[in-house]
């Protein structure tokens, strides 16, 4: 096809004139569907111009197996190479982009259908070690039908030698990303396109382990409409993000440079100063409020979610989805991001400022999805080196039969382990309400701060006087006796400081809240950001080590000879 001629579209079969598509990227100005593009053209739109590097790849011929179909393999590879001036169905490259350097190895359908054979895995696994050996971040671009078939079980070992190569990425701390063409199936599906720190997808991408056809044939089952494309994964939590090929260089320029934490120029005027300390850490400061009124106060619906944070305090965010398992929760949200130029995860449970909006995210309630989600954000922050902030506003883990299913408490404690151990430093904010182990799950930190409004809790205030007062209207009673306000909570060092609210509450001026907030993680972080992490995680293992430390003796009967028994004091 020239430029010059008129084409049908895929997607929607309107016509579209050649020339005006080209310029679009290859995409129909109608409905949107992403035409192919071939290894040599995804380069060129992704790379900045000039950087593109291309790696010769030399196939060896020698030991073809002699397969034949209706045609002997032989000749299909001699053809294949014919039509598209390739190898093989992969190039690979060095480049950059926006200035950030990568490794790309880009797959070309066009060739034998993408398929996964021996010179494509040795290719791909080159590439990963070049990556390794510079310490250079890995853009691997899928379009596949599946496992070369002509290759025999040759073709089979190499989704193990690609994935034992991204695991050696995983290993040293390199960045690895996946960017799904459509369409992307079998054995590539299975092994290099989803084992990637990132998984990105080009609108209506499909990508899966059986086609279509396959399943439908084989479980005699009807499929729902949209099954395996890109926006179907988002929604069950199998991809990060879906980006329109307009969108693709943007985002991962901006993933390349927080990974590999360059400094960005920031030519803004500096913030706001907050009038006040940034964190109130004395607790006699804070003056004596009724805990029923913080708790009111910490659930009104104007606060600032953590969102509306983000957008606040946080460059160039770009959310990552999904537990890669089964679901994307809602009421959760995850990201990479540079605050105040420092490249950093956020992780934050997400409520709303109207019905609709707690309704969509769950209340702010995580599932055990959730909690999963901020768990493999928070390794990829631990592989990269980047400090965590997590933002806490829920009322608690999600309940219900669904939750228990999927293991709403093992999620929880997974988390706990997991922070317990991160090599970085981490920073927990309560911004409304923190409820029960559900918060808990995002609050295990080096340093944990409160908004001054803010209430955290082992459980609900109507909760505890349905429990124990068998009457959910003694409610304020439980609020006092729980000790769930900031002031009480500093007292105790379950805090470690208080940050200012304006006004009457954060939701009376949320940019002044913003800023308040954002002074008390610069603080917070310039405190914590020369630390080792030896240091670190030894500190917050020590942190929590020590409550209730002074309430109980165990005595060991073998060392003492003596039968077992605590002591209290």
């Given at each position: 096809?020239?430029?010059?001629?008129?084409?049908?579209?895929?997607?929607?079969?309107?016509?579209?004139?050649?020339?005006?598509?080209?310029?679009?990227?290859?995409?129909?100005?109608?409905?949107?569907?992403?035409?192919?593009?071939?290894?040599?053209?995804?380069?060129?739109?992704?790379?900045?111009?000039?950087?593109?590097?291309?790696?010769?790849?030399?196939?060896?011929?020698?030991?073809?197996?002699?397969?034949?179909?209706?045609?002997?393999?032989?000749?299909?590879?001699?053809?294949?190479?014919?039509?598209?001036?390739?190898?093989?169905?992969?190039?690979?490259?060095?480049?950059?982009?926006?200035?950030?350097?990568?490794?790309?190895?880009?797959?070309?359908?066009?060739?034998?259908?993408?398929?996964?054979?021996?010179?494509?895995?040795?290719?791909?696994?080159?590439?990963?070690?070049?990556?390794?050996?510079?310490?250079?971040?890995?853009?691997?671009?899928?379009?596949?039908?599946?496992?070369?078939?002509?290759?025999?079980?040759?073709?089979?070992?190499?989704?193990?030698?690609?994935?034992?190569?991204?695991?050696?990425?995983?290993?040293?701390?390199?960045?690895?990303?996946?960017?799904?063409?459509?369409?992307?199936?079998?054995?590539?599906?299975?092994?290099?396109?989803?084992?990637?720190?990132?998984?990105?997808?080009?609108?209506?991408?499909?990508?899966?382990?059986?086609?279509?056809?396959?399943?439908?044939?084989?479980?005699?089952?009807?499929?729902?409409?949209?099954?395996?494309?890109?926006?179907?994964?988002?929604?069950?939590?199998?991809?990060?993000?879906?980006?329109?090929?307009?969108?693709?260089?943007?985002?991962?320029?901006?993933?390349?440079?927080?990974?590999?934490?360059?400094?960005?120029?920031?030519?803004?005027?500096?913030?706001?100063?907050?009038?006040?300390?940034?964190?109130?850490?004395?607790?006699?400061?804070?003056?004596?409020?009724?805990?029923?009124?913080?708790?009111?106060?910490?659930?009104?619906?104007?606060?600032?979610?953590?969102?509306?944070?983000?957008?606040?305090?946080?460059?160039?965010?770009?959310?990552?989805?999904?537990?890669?398992?089964?679901?994307?929760?809602?009421?959760?949200?995850?990201?990479?991001?540079?605050?105040?130029?420092?490249?950093?995860?956020?992780?934050?449970?997400?409520?709303?400022?109207?019905?609709?909006?707690?309704?969509?995210r769950n209340y702010g309630m995580p599932s055990p999805a959730g909690y999963r989600k901020a768990a493999r954000v928070m390794r990829l922050a631990a592989k990269l080196g980047l400090p965590v902030i997590t933002l806490i506003d829920t009322a608690g883990a999600h309940p219900g039969v669904d939750a228990e299913r999927h293991g709403q408490a093992v999620a929880i404690a997974q988390n706990l382990v997991l922070m317990a151990g991160l090599?970085?430093?981490?920073?927990?904010?309560?911004?409304?309400?923190?409820?029960?182990?559900?918060?808990?799950?995002?609050?295990?930190?080096?340093?944990?701060?409160?908004?001054?409004?803010?209430?955290?809790?082992?459980?609900?205030?109507?909760?505890?006087?349905?429990?124990?007062?068998?009457?959910?209207?003694?409610?304020?009673?439980?609020?006092?006796?729980?000790?769930?306000?900031?002031?009480?909570?500093?007292?105790?060092?379950?805090?470690?400081?208080?940050?200012?609210?304006?006004?009457?509450?954060?939701?009376?001026?949320?940019?002044?809240?913003?800023?308040?907030?954002?002074?008390?993680?610069?603080?917070?972080?310039?405190?914590?950001?020369?630390?080792?992490?030896?240091?670190?995680?030894?500190?917050?293992?020590?942190?929590?080590?020590?409550?209730?430390?002074?309430?109980?003796?165990?005595?060991?009967?073998?060392?003492?000879?003596?039968?077992?028994?605590?002591?209290?004091?």
């Amino acid at each position: 096809m020239t430029t010059t001629e008129w084409l049908v579209c895929d997607g929607c079969a309107a016509m579209i004139y050649g020339r005006r598509f080209a310029r679009a990227g290859r995409i129909c100005p109608e409905c949107g569907w992403h035409a192919p593009l071939t290894a040599p053209q995804r380069l060129a739109s992704l790379l900045d111009p000039g950087s593109v590097r291309t790696l010769e790849l030399v196939v060896a011929d020698a030991d073809l197996p002699e397969f034949t179909d209706l045609r002997p393999y032989s000749d299909r590879l001699r053809d294949a190479r014919a039509r598209t001036g390739l190898a093989e169905a992969v190039v690979c490259a060095r480049g950059r982009i926006d200035d950030n350097p990568v490794v790309v190895a880009a797959m070309d359908f066009r060739f034998l259908g993408g398929s996964l054979g021996t010179a494509v895995g040795e290719a791909v696994t080159r590439a990963a070690e070049i990556a390794l050996r510079e310490r250079t971040p890995l853009l691997i671009v899928t379009a596949s039908g599946g496992a070369r078939m002509q290759e025999g079980i040759l073709s089979l070992m190499q989704m193990a030698k690609t994935s034992q190569a991204l695991g050696q990425l995983d290993e040293a701390g390199v960045l690895t990303v996946s960017l799904i063409t459509d369409p992307t199936y079998g054995g590539v599906a299975a092994s290099f396109a989803t084992s990637t720190d990132v998984i990105i997808a080009e609108p209506r991408a499909r990508l899966g382990f059986a086609g279509r056809r396959v399943i439908e044939q084989t479980i005699r089952e009807t499929l729902p409409a949209g099954f395996q494309t890109a926006e179907f994964l988002l929604e069950h939590g199998v991809i990060d993000m879906i980006r329109s090929r307009a969108e693709l260089r943007a985002t991962l320029a901006r993933l390349l440079s927080v990974a590999s934490r360059r400094p960005v120029s920031d030519d803004r005027a500096p913030a706001p100063q907050p009038a006040g300390p940034a964190l109130i850490t004395d607790a006699d400061r804070l003056p004596e409020r009724d805990p029923w009124l913080c708790v009111r106060a910490a659930r009104r619906l104007g606060r600032p979610t953590t969102l509306d944070h983000v957008a606040m305090l946080v460059d160039g965010f770009d959310e990552l989805h999904g537990d890669r398992s089964s679901a994307d929760c809602p009421a959760l949200v995850a990201g990479l991001g540079r605050f105040e130029g420092v490249p950093v995860v956020v992780i934050g449970t997400q409520k709303g400022h109207d019905g609709a909006e707690l309704a969509a995210r769950n209340y702010g309630m995580p599932s055990p999805a959730g909690y999963r989600k901020a768990a493999r954000v928070m390794r990829l922050a631990a592989k990269l080196g980047l400090p965590v902030i997590t933002l806490i506003d829920t009322a608690g883990a999600h309940p219900g039969v669904d939750a228990e299913r999927h293991g709403q408490a093992v999620a929880i404690a997974q988390n706990l382990v997991l922070m317990a151990g991160l090599p970085v430093p981490v920073v927990a904010v309560v911004t409304g309400e923190g409820g029960s182990g559900g918060a808990l799950a995002l609050t295990v930190a080096d340093r944990i701060l409160m908004c001054e409004n803010a209430v955290y809790s082992v459980i609900s205030a109507e909760g505890c006087a349905a429990i124990l007062w068998k009457d959910p209207a003694a409610a304020p009673l439980a609020a006092t006796a729980l000790r769930v306000d900031a002031r009480s909570l500093l007292r105790l060092g379950i805090v470690d400081g208080v940050v200012p609210e304006p006004g009457e509450g954060a939701e009376t001026d949320p940019v002044a809240a913003s800023e308040a907030l954002r002074a008390a993680l610069a603080q917070t972080l310039g405190e914590l950001l020369p630390l080792d992490q030896m240091t670190l995680v030894t500190a917050r293992r020590a942190r929590f080590r020590r409550f209730g430390s002074d309430t109980a003796v165990l005595v060991d009967p073998a060392a003492a000879g003596r039968p077992d028994r605590v002591v209290s004091r």
